[in-house]
């Protein structure tokens, strides 16, 4: 017997059309390099995207040819989201915060035929535009209405469609978008998405307990545009109809907080260190900016400290942990409280919200060691593997990195991590930052979350120098906030009833900042480095 069902395909034209049938007066709001704010709706986002469609089949864009962005976040970048792909290109994000060698390598190896530029970017550009093979590069006029001899100008190029346009036929098989991995060693890899990918993991995240976007919502992606399809969000708010803000160049507290409250924004999303400086300007400023209570505030990339969920919870602000890949397009887990935890006491509510997440619907994932798979304790450590749907299966043109999978087809994310009985995820280290002393794992995430708890620590980070002895020992590397003075000797007492002994940090030193990658993760291979030779003079 066969089912009677179509065989619909999943494609991103759908979620397109949809949008501006339903939500076409809905608005997109975005801060241009000058500050002002360009502001315009659904439906002309989607009259955009299309023309966009149209111009690129006109200059020859065949299935699969790739589009490379290098661009922030704002309405432009949005319509080469959906443009691209419903053309049957493949958007292609580019970190703008590599060095132009890396940036160069990976649209080489991507194969780019045409790019599109923001015009402050250009100088970026430049700077490595020698080394690039592209057909054709059209730049976005943000700053003035024309752009620099030997560029397309991108209003120019939208101009030349007619709006008489139908979407080619597309398999939801057909590559969508693709990105780099921003990993902290070796070269870049690439990932490349489908159409079904994107669309599966559209209405997964868009699930209540995921990251729960309704058309009451306006989002705010602080994460950039050219990270891992901005987590997701563009995608969900078009699928949801809900207010897009897209901040521009402009990251600073300040601009951001001004941003949440002249829009009145009810979700954001971005890496730890944003966060960070937003709640040191409310803490600076309490009330200093009339936000929606219980705004909530997707942290991902690296780990939310249970310290700055707290925090944040001051200010009626709701932080939400989640964990993703580059390789899981990105929403692997996310942490909602369950409903049987509403009774619990406040403590454990947080040691939950502080973990990463539980797996989301058809995301499967299991944890090993070398003695296989570990139980669901919440205490036994083993690499976190995944598979699922929008789960990348190899990377592109790259047959060596063929290991990071398994023989039975599950991705080794490189992530340590415990599961507990209700099924939470929690991180406690990357496989390459792993500290084992005499034979045993100490959890650096473990340790530089409490010390971030400590009111004089602004960031902490511990990592694993050599040791005669114990192979390995952790020393913790403390940047202290602004004016707060504290000692190895009161880190190590805050500590002490916390951890086990043997985990304790053997040694502390102080720093002006921790190195980052350029999406805002700790570069403990840095630090690694920096301190190979340090001799730990343990505090007692
Ligand atoms: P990327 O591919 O650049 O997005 O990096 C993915 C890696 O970021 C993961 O393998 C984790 O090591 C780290 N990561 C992402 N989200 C979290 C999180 N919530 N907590 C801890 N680490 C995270």
């Known amino acids: 017997m066969q089912s009677t069902m179509m065989n619909y395909p999943l494609t991103l034209p759908h979620i397109l059309d949809r949008a501006a049938r339903l939500y076409s007066h809905v608005e997109v709001v975005s801060r241009m390099p000058d ?52 053309a049957g290109g493949v958007l292609h994000t580019l970190n703008l915060r590599l060095s132009p060698a890396d940036i160069a390598y990976i649209i080489n190896h991507a194969g780019d035929r045409f790019l599109i530029v923001d015009d402050v970017l250009l100088p970026l550009l430049e700077k490595f535009k020698d080394q690039i093979n592209v057909e054709r590069i059209i730049a976005v006029p943000l700053t003035r209405r024309s752009v620099p001899d030997g560029y397309d100008n991108y209003e120019d190029f939208l101009a030349q469609a007619t709006g008489k346009f139908t979407y080619p036929a597309l398999d939801e098989n057909d590559p969508l978008g693709m990105c780099y991995t921003s990993g902290t060693t070796g070269r870049p890899k690439g990932v490349v998405y489908s159409h079904r990918a994107l669309v599966l993991h559209t209405l997964a995240a868009g699930l209540a307990d995921m990251l729960g976007l309704t058309q009451r919502d306006t989002v ?62 409310l803490d600076k400023n309490p009330g200093g900016w009339k ?45 909602h409280l369950k409903a049987n935890m509403d009774h619990l006491p406040e403590d454990e509510q947080y040691a939950y919200r502080a ?26 450590m083993g690499e976190l593997q995944v598979r699922g749907p929008w789960v990348a299966a190899s990377y592109f043109n790259n047959a060596e990195a063929q290991e990071s999978w398994t023989e039975d087809g599950w991705f080794r994310t490189g992530d ?85 002994n043997w985990w304790l940090p053997d040694d502390y030193v102080f720093v002006e900042q921790i190195p980052r990658t350029s999406t805002g993760k700790f570069l403990k291979s840095v630090l690694r480095d920096q301190f190979r030779d340090h001799v730990l003079s343990r505090v007692e």
């Not at 995430?445 to 902490?460: F, G």
């Not at 906030?481 to 000692?487: G, I, L, Q, R």
Request: glycine share 8%; with cysteine.
């Open 35 to 86: 500050k002002s704010l360009h502001r315009y709706t659904y439906g002309e986002f989607y009259r955009r995207s299309r023309a966009l469609s149209e111009a690129l089949l006109k200059a020859g864009l065949n299935r699969g040819d790739r589009v490379g962005t290098l661009m922030w976040n704002h309405y432009t970048h949005l319509e080469t989201y959906f443009g691209v792909p419903c």
């Open 220 to 281: 705010l992606p602080v994460v950039p545009m050219f990270h891992v399809n901005a987590w997701g969000i563009p995608f969900v708010a078009a699928m949801a109809g809900a207010k897009m803000v897209l901040p521009g160049p402009h990251l600073d507290p300040a601009s951001l907080l001004e941003l949440f409250e002249h829009e009145q924004v009810t979700c954001s999303a971005g890496v730890p260190t944003i966060w960070f400086g937003i709640l040191q300007a």
């Open 291 to 335: 936000l929606i209570p219980g705004m909530r505030m997707i942290v991902g990339g690296s780990a939310a400290p249970e310290a700055m969920i707290r925090a944040f919870d001051k200010h009626n602000l709701r932080v939400v942990h989640a964990w993703g890949m580059t390789e899981t397009t990105p929403l692997g887990v996310v942490s």
């Open 355 to 380: 973990k990463q997440g539980v797996q989301a619907p058809f995301v499967d994932i299991r944890a090993m060691n070398e003695q296989g798979e570990i139980p669901w304790d919440g205490k036994s």
């Open 416 to 500: 340590v991590v415990t599961i507990d009985p209700e099924g939470y995820v929690k991180i406690t280290d990357r496989t390459k930052d792993l500290i084992k002393s005499g034979g045993e794992w100490i959890s650096s995430l473990d340790l530089e979350n409490a010390l971030m708890s400590h009111p004089a620590v602004a960031e902490a980070a511990v990592i694993a120098v050599p040791h005669p002895r114990w192979q390995e020992r952790p020393l913790a590397v403390i940047v202290r906030k602004p004016n707060a003075e504290v000692s190895r000797e009161e880190l190590q007492s805050y500590l002490a009833p916390k951890f086990v």
